[in-house]
């Protein structure tokens, strides 16, 4: 076995990983294939580039994440004009306050919320929770939150102002919160 052969074995290994980050940020079974396949050719044409001062999975997890956003940025310019307008949401988030700015309906007591972090049960819901999210909204939030861009970034990225970025993570957070205070931090998971 040649030592390139050898090497796309180890990519390989990390293929399911790569293919449920992809997946979980995508939100989209194909798209995730293609960008994990692009993912390890690009990997296997820059072999010499790692350096082996990170773990391969973190060098190829960094790769995916540029992939990711490659894809994003390339689906997002056939959107009309206004894809990233006010909608109902915010209608419907303008009622969760009263006029003196306090909650209408407080969240209810996330308990310890760390400790959520280390339950699957607790991820599954999150991605439910995401899927009822615009695709847009939930791949902004995920860009900001979990992959833990900047908003310079995501905004030069995806191409769209500040504004536009703040507008999509309030929507994406008042989303989140109500799915996640119902379906998660409103029942118990012990």
Request: hydrophobic share 40%; with cysteine; net charge negative.
């Amino acid at each position: 076995m040649t030592a390139q052969d050898e090497h796309a074995q180890d990519l390989e290994g990390h293929r399911k990983y790569l293919l449920r980050y992809a997946q979980f940020h995508l939100r989209d079974a194909a798209l995730a294939e293609d960008a994990v396949q692009e993912t390890l050719m690009a990997a296997l044409a820059q072999r010499e580039g790692f350096q082996a001062r990170s773990q391969l999975r973190t060098w190829l997890t960094g790769i995916l994440k540029h992939k990711i956003i490659d894809l994003t940025r390339s689906r997002g310019r056939g959107l009309p004009a206004d894809a990233f307008s006010l909608g109902e949401d915010e209608a419907a988030g303008a009622g969760s306050f009263n006029a003196k700015g306090r909650w209408v309906d407080p969240p209810a007591d996330w308990g310890m919320p760390d400790a959520a972090l280390e339950s699957s049960q607790f991820w599954e819901v999150y991605q439910e929770c995401c899927r009822h999210m615009s695709k847009r909204d939930a791949m902004v939030f995920s860009m900001r939150e979990v992959m833990g861009l900047s908003s310079e970034e995501i905004c030069k990225k995806i191409e769209i102002s500040t504004t536009n970025l703040h507008v999509i993570l309030f929507r994406a957070r008042l989303s989140l919160r109500s799915c996640m205070s119902k379906n998660w931090f409103g029942t118990d998971h012990e």
